[in-house]
């Protein structure tokens, strides 16, 4: 998974919750995606709370839909 650095091409090509998760994961803070238009959480979130996830599992998880939005934990 290649992980996009420049703001304005991941904006463009997978949104800003993208790119707002993206940044987020990197400063070591948890991003738990949640669906749109909700507030439940798509991934089993307890264990994020205590760990965040890697930064390539939380790109995987934007690119594949990028209607998800971004908690932080």
Same mark, same amino acid.
Request: charged share 25%.
């Given at each position: 998974?290649? #992980?996009?650095?420049? !703001? &304005?091409?991941?904006?463009?090509?997978?949104?800003?919750?993208?790119?707002?998760?993206? /940044?987020? %994961?990197?400063?070591?803070?948890?991003?738990?995606? #949640?669906?749109?238009? !909700? &507030?439940?959480?798509?991934?089993e979130w307890?264990?994020?709370?205590?760990a965040p996830? /890697?930064? %390539?599992?939380?790109?995987?998880?934007?690119?594949?839909?990028?209607?998800?939005?971004?908690?932080?934990?």
């Amino acid at each position: 998974m290649e #992980i996009i650095n420049s !703001s &304005k091409t991941a904006c463009m090509i997978y949104g800003q919750n993208y790119h707002s998760a993206i /940044k987020y %994961a990197k400063k070591g803070i948890s991003v738990i995606p #949640i669906g749109p238009n !909700s &507030k439940k959480p798509l991934v089993e979130w307890k264990k994020y709370s205590e760990a965040p996830a /890697k930064t %390539a599992e939380v790109a995987d998880w934007f690119i594949t839909d990028s209607d998800k939005n971004v908690v932080l934990s």
